[in-house]
Structure formats: C-alpha cells, structure tokens
C-alpha cells in the first residue's frame, strides 16, 4: 500500500470519528445533521478507495467510472461545504489521478470533470475542459451547460477589476436567472456563484 493510500486510510478514520461526533452533538441539541452526513458518506469512500483501486471486482479491474463517481462525489460534498479543506484537498487528489491516468473520456465525462474543477475554484482548468467536452460532442446538454456555468463563473472572477462593474453586475444576473431554468445545472454550485456575485454587488455599492 502506496503512502498516500495509508494517509487516505488515516484521514478518513479521522473524519468518520469527528462527523460521527457532531451528528450525536446535532442529535443531542434536536439540530439538522444532514450536511454532516456527507462526511460519513466521504470518510467511508476515503478508507475504501486504496482498497477498491487495487481491487479486482466481478473479474473486473478498477475502471475510469470508479474514478469518476468519486470525484463527483467529492465535488458535490465540496459544493454544500466549500471551505472544508479536506474535502477540497482530497477532490484535487483525485482530479491529479484522473489527469495522470489520461483515459478516454467521453463528453459527458469531461463536462463532469469541467464542473468539478469550478466547484474546486479552477476555471481556467474547468474552462479547458468544457471546451473539450463541446468539441467531443456539440450536442451534450451537460456539456452546453457546464460551458455556460464556467463562462458566467469567469465573467464573475472579472468584477473586481472591470470599470462598467454595475453592467457586467446585471449581466451575470441575468445569466445566472437562465441558468437556474437548466434541468442539467448542479443548483448547489449555481447557489456558490450567485452569491459571489451578490458579494461583489455589495462591495460595488460601498465603493
């Protein structure tokens, strides 16, 4: 067993005994524990990935799918807690393997893998990718969605230096009210990016 399977086995016992702890603290205070719940669910995943991908499964080695169902996992946990550090430092991991690994990828695959690179806070990474999952197939809704997604994410990132701020401000509201009406939008993510616009709203009228 490889040194960062050992570190995934000890991190994600760590992280089973703290969101174990906090649901029975949620529990004992009559509190919603829901979001809490994805740590089990992240912690069980980090303590059994070194064990699946050295796994063989039905005669089946580990595959690309595996790969990708984790990160989507990863990405949608980080979405609901995006400053929890090990989540975003354990998605990055897994986007270096599938990077380093190189297979084929489908469109709706890249676009996935577009969508997490945004969630993790790289958009020219996830702007790349959109663009491949376009050019594999034109006509992949997820695909078209998530190119949408990351170029509002982008003109966003443009704020605090653009002088027509209020414009562009109106824009990306507008962008994102279409958005909201796609069937193939992450809504958590969408959530995440309409209020750093709403944060560069307020900034812009102290200014």
Not at 77 to 87: G, K, M, R, S, Y
Not at 127 to 152: E, H, Y
């Amino acid at each position: 067993m490889e040194t960062t399977e050992i570190v995934l086995l000890i991190l994600g016992g760590i992280t089973l005994l703290f969101s174990l702890t906090m649901i029975f603290i949620h529990i004992k205070k009559n509190q919603s524990y829901m979001k809490i719940s994805w740590l089990v669910i992240i912690a069980f995943l980090m303590m059994g990935f070194p064990l699946i991908s050295n796994a063989k499964i039905f005669g089946l080695e580990y595959s690309k799918e595996q790969d990708l169902e984790f990160i989507k996992t990863m990405a949608d946990a980080l979405a609901e807690c995006p400053d929890n550090v090990v989540l975003r430092e354990e998605l990055g991991q897994s986007l270096d393997r599938i990077e380093k690994e190189q297979p084929k990828l489908e469109s709706g695959e890249l676009a996935g893998l577009s969508e997490a690179y945004l969630v993790k806070g790289n958009t020219e990474k996830a702007k790349t990718l959109s663009d491949s999952a376009i050019k594999t197939d034109p006509t992949n809704s997820k695909a078209l969605a998530v190119k949408d997604m990351v170029n509002t994410q982008i003109s966003i990132e443009k704020l605090p230096k653009s002088t027509h701020t209020e414009v562009e401000i109106k824009e990306a509201k507008r962008a994102i009210k279409k958005l909201e009406t796609n069937p193939n939008i992450n809504k958590t993510v969408l959530f995440n990016m309409n209020h750093r616009l709403l944060v560069q709203d307020s900034l812009r009228k102290i200014k």
